[in-house]
């Protein structure tokens, strides 16, 4: 599975949305209606999933569906 | 039983009204973490008397004032039940003195133990609870905490700063299933008000219309109740068990 797939998935876990609704432009409070508690959760989630630590200041700048695949990828 | 198949932690749990906490959970199916700072043999005494009831028990040293002393013990914790169910943050010291002669360290230190303490718990174990969408939270208050009491403004700030702490996380987490309540103690029979003067006992049973101080066991009942399914509607709030003390 790809990093977005993987991604995906945890989104659609976590948020119960359909898996159709994220795409990579998504934005998590806008486009899929998160809020601020669900994103933690989800930065949580990531984490486990990919066995990497996203600090405050980057988590922070997340905000699309984009933006954590590419520092999943960079980080991983 | 109220509490089959839940995990507990209950900080300053070697005596007094924490000790009477733990017995009460562990009485009602809960394996419970007792959490001591500095007393280990008391600590051993309250699990070998769980255990001798049936019920299971392990204990767990750490400073709560200390936030890597904190992590430790969560993660103690966590490796021997598996998750944390029930947080009951009960751990406190008093270091009384009038405003005039309070010293910073004195202020400080029942800052530190008494409300950073329970932040740090909090946030740690609240991560827990939110993967598993339930968890309860006691946060030990006092009534002290409403009226204030000459002689401790140290910690009826705490104990306030307790109150403002609870309301705040019982909002942010409440959407995870996650309860966060208060129990507010009047004058309870204890260690800690054990030093406290004669006259001033008599003055202090004078204002309570049940006519008797409290036992660690009134406080423990109130808990037991918060942290069951009893209580699932309920969170936010300040249970006073105080013989009426404070209306």
Known sequence: ?76 | MLLDGKCALVTGASRGIGRAIAVKLASEGAKVALNYAGNAAAAEEVKKEIEAAGGQAITVQADVSDPASVEAMIQTVVDAFGQIDILVNNAGITRDGLLLRMKDEDFDAVINTNLKGIFYTTKLVSKLMMKKRFGRIVNMASVVGLTGNAGQTNYAAAKAGVIGFSKSAAKELAARGITVNMVAPGFIETDMTAVIPEKAKEAMMGGIPLGRAGKPEDVANAVLFLVSDQAAYITGQVLKVDGGMVM
């Open chain 1, 1 to 76: 599975m790809s990093t977005f797939e993987k991604v995906r998935d945890i989104v659609v876990e976590q948020l119960g949305v359909e898996a159709d609704e994220v795409t990579i432009e998504s934005t998590f409070i806008d486009d899929l209606g998160a809020d601020s508690l669900d994103i933690v959760e989800l930065i949580m989630a990531f984490e486990e999933e990919f066995g990497i630590e996203i600090p405050d200041e980057a988590a922070e700048k997340i905000k699309t569906v984009q933006d954590v695949v590419t520092y999943i990828d960079q980080n991983k």
